[in-house]
């Protein structure tokens, strides 16, 4: 069964991003437009401010995709886009612009869940991970655990009660007063911390269950900082809580392994692209002889490749597209 090109948008939080995915060829375009810089004054994403820049940025970037491609618009097969979660303002940009593409054009509108997109993200490398596998996805909104038994066959093993690992990756670097975004600022520090000086807690690994809670880890760093904290203290810092927040997640992702019976695990969101919990992750697989599967650390963040696969992926099953809805702030995976 084959699809013509699916042309996909993203814009749920402060990426604005295109991509068109065909079955046959693979990956023909995507490209990305971040408004880091215009947040970065405010040490946060300002909603409103997102969505205006969205709305400046989306059909040009439609038009550069398909551009790149090498296709007009009439050779493609549908318009995916994320219908949620995310930010509400920022998620109506994308599927107004999807919605008025796909009337005028014609095609199919594919609403795409955005951690769906996370969670197939590792299909675009050259070497996809099969069904069924677990999934360990971290973004700055969302920590799950999910069973993967095929596409839209997803069943929710676990889930931070808090915090996600993004967002405490991110209060935490504020607290060290590093600027945002905080994740990747707070992995580079931590680089030249010394392990072992500061241990924080591994929440909720001392009681089974797949659940979460994150909030707690950046509270204690907040009780250990020191006033007047010294740049190797804040690197000694940032060192221990990101191997708090990495051996939680092995160990909760060794539980879903077990519980689960799958011998694949694919890990992918934002925090994927965190470079210690993929070798941490690393050594488990190999240690259980277990097949690890992540995307490239560009398609770890957001990106709207992950959506136009989704979104292919959904059509080329067969499977109806979600319920018509525009989009939908919160709603579960
Ligand atoms: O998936 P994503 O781009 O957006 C959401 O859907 O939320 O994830 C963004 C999150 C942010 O919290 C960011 O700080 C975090 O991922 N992040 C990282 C790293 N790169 C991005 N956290 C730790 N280490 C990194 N290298
Ligand atoms: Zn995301």
């Not at 040009?60 to 009439?74: F, H, M």
């Not at 709207?304 to 989009?327: E, N, Q, V």
């Amino acid at each position: 069964f084959s699809v013509a090109p699916i042309l996909a948008l993203e814009t749920s939080c402060d990426e604005t991003a295109c991509a068109i995915y065909d079955g046959v060829r693979g990956l023909l375009a995507h490209s990305l437009h971040s408004q880091v810089k215009l947040h970065a004054e405010y040490g946060g994403v300002v909603p409103e401010l997102a969505s205006r820049d969205h709305v400046r940025r989306v059909l040009p970037l439609a038009r550069a995709a398909l551009a790149e491609a090498g296709l007009k618009p009439t050779e493609l097969g549908g318009i995916a886009y994320t219908a949620g979660p995310g930010l509400i303002g920022a998620l109506m940009v994308g599927g107004a612009a999807a919605a008025g593409l796909a009337e005028a054009l014609g095609l199919p509108l594919i609403p795409v869940h955005h951690m769906e997109g996370h969670l197939l993200a590792p299909m675009l490398e050259p070497d996809p991970p099969a069904f069924p596998f677990v999934a360990l996805l971290v973004s700055g909104g969302h920590t799950l655990l999910v069973d993967v038994q095929g596409v839209g066959r997803y069943r929710l093993l676990g889930e931070s009660l808090d915090d996600a690992v993004g967002e405490a990756f991110d209060k935490t670097a504020k607290l060290l007063g590093l600027p945002y975004p905080g994740g990747p600022e707070l992995a580079r520090l931590a680089e030249g911390g010394v392990p072992g000086r500061f241990k924080f807690p591994r929440p909720m690994t001392d009681r089974p269950g797949l659940d979460f809670s994150f909030s707690g880890l950046k509270t204690a760093v907040l009780t250990a900082l020191p006033k007047d904290a010294d740049a190797q203290t804040k690197a000694d810092l940032a060192r221990g809580f990101e191997e708090a927040v990495t051996e939680t997640l092995a160990i909760k992702c060794a539980r879903a392994l077990d519980e689960t019976g799958h011998r694949r695990l694919v890990i992918a969101g934002g925090v994927g692209a965190n470079r210690r919990l993929r070798a941490r992750l690393q050594e488990l697989a190999q240690r259980r002889g277990l097949g690890l599967y992540f995307p490239r650390p560009a398609f770890c963040t957001d990106n709207a490749a992950m959506i136009a696969y989704a979104g292919w992926a959904r059509r080329a099953d067969g499977r109806a597209a979600h319920d018509p809805l525009l989009t939908r702030a919160r709603w579960p995976l």
